[in-house]
């Protein structure tokens, strides 16, 4: 019987991956090609220098020159030092009006955070309803523009068409009836510091409301089984968490205080007498009344200098207590 042999298979060779191709080498990033982010943003840095830089420039330049109406015009200014500087010092008006700049800055920040606190408190404790009723209505009167509320106040405090005088009259106190606010330094003085209060609130309560929607919640429970009462809450569980945002918020506020122009300018000018003058308001009435564009420019470097020196030592002391508690 014939054998078969079957045909053996050939061994297998394996199979050999491919060789891995050389990395293909970057090209060296060419100078245009580095310089291209900076050329995207110098427009907006070209702008701010020109809208910001350049002005502040110009007015320390004329601080040091004797520059009035004539110079404004031939545009030929001589260089007097400190003379400008000197003269305001000088003046016992210009002094009376640093400290009224400080005694409103004072009054309205306190007011601003005191207020802005308890609102961003009371909104946080609100169910969501009330909350968005309440947020809503701080949104549309941050949204009004100033001069528009300036205007409003205005309205409300006229002597003759006044709503104000008109319910304090059908109160029964007949001694308000077509009463001049805006002629008693004191009543224009409350009336200003209200209007500022008003419009600031708002951003300064929606600001500390958002950061009390990061305490986490374990901190006011622990605190509640320690025995802990709603002040010591705050104290020592809130203000700790929210310093950094109350720095914030309170610088905010005294740089916008201390810059208050429109709503004096608009409401009184700075009168009556110079019950309402602030700094940026002096400034202006020095620059535009005895055209002393000189004495102007330098009251408002003083204004800049002040309100740095307040913004300083306010952070010195926030620094100092944070390193103390540390």
């Keep these: 019987m014939p054998v078969v042999v079957e045909p053996t298979s050939a061994p297998r060779t394996p199979r050999q991956r491919p060789a891995p191709r050389p990395a293909a080498r970057r090209k060296p990033a060419g100078r245009a090609h580095g310089l291209w982010p900076y050329a995207l943003i110098a427009p907006a840095i070209g702008g701010m220098l020109y809208l910001l830089v350049y002005p502040l420039v110009r007015a320390v330049l004329i601080s040091f020159q004797d520059f009035r109406l004539r110079q404004l015009i031939s ?21 009376e009006v640093v400290r009224r700049t400080f005694l409103f800055m004072a009054i309205n920040v306190v007011l601003i ?16 309803v009330g909350r968005t009723v309440v947020l809503c209505s701080l949104v549309l009167a941050w949204a ?4 528009a509320a300036t205007t409003v106040f205005q309205w409300l405090f006229h002597s003759e068409f006044g709503i104000v005088n008109w319910a304090l009259t059908s109160l029964g106190l007949d001694s308000f009836e077509r009463y001049p606010w805006f002629a008693n330094g004191t009543a224009a003085f409350a009336i200003l510091v209200t209007l500022i209060v008003w419009q600031s609130v708002p ?14 919640l374990e901190l006011y429970e ?4 320690d025995g802990a009462g709603a002040g010591r809450i705050f104290r020592s569980v809130t203000f700790p968490m929210l310093r950094p945002i ?13 810059k208050a122009f429109v709503q004096i300018w608009v409401m009184t000018r700075g009168g009556p007498g110079d019950a309402t003058t602030i700094l940026p308001v002096y400034a202006v009435q020095t620059a535009l009344s005895s055209q002393r564009y000189d004495l102007g420019s330098a009251a ?11 913004l300083v030592l306010y952070f010195r002391q926030m620094f100092r207590q944070e390193d103390e508690t540390r």
């Excluded at 802005?116 to 404790?125: D, G, K, P």
């Excluded at 300064?204 to 950061?211: F, G, H, M, P, R």
């Excluded at 622990?222 to 089984?225: F, K, P």
């Design 75 to 95: 545009g030929n200014a001589e260089f007097v030092g400190l003379r400008n500087y000197r003269t305001l010092l000088a003046d016992p008006r210009f002094w």
């Design 113 to 128: 955070m005191v207020i802005a606190t308890l609102v961003a408190l009371m909104v946080e404790r609100l169910r969501r």
């Design 144 to 147: 009004m523009p100033v001069v």
């Design 203 to 216: 951003f300064a309560a929606i600001t500390l409301y958002s950061a009390l929607t990061t305490v986490p």
């Design 222 to 225: 622990s605190a509640r089984l």
């Design 246 to 258: 109350f720095l914030l918020v309170f610088s905010l506020e005294v740089i916008w205080t201390f």
């Design 300 to 310: 408002s470097m003083i204004t800049v200098v002040l309100m740095s020196g307040v």
